[in-house]
């Protein structure tokens, strides 16, 4: 599963809807669409690729 579709997944299992969660979390809820929807890289998973790429 994509990190998108997990965050995703995650926050509708716990029935959190998307502009509250933004909200909360203090960014706009189109800018968290985007990291849902896999448009935008959160800093997350920007450091998740670098980790990735270290042997």
Not at 8 to 31: H, M, N, P, Q, T
Not at 33 to 52: A, F, M, P
Request: hydrophobic share 40%; net charge positive.
């Amino acid at each position: 599963m994509s990190f998108g579709k997990l965050i995703r997944s995650s926050r509708e299992k716990k029935g959190i809807d998307l502009k509250v969660l933004a909200s909360a979390i203090g960014i706009s809820s189109a800018y968290w669409s985007r990291i849902e929807r896999e448009k935008e890289l959160s800093w997350v998973l920007t450091v998740v690729q670098h980790v990735n790429q270290v042997r």
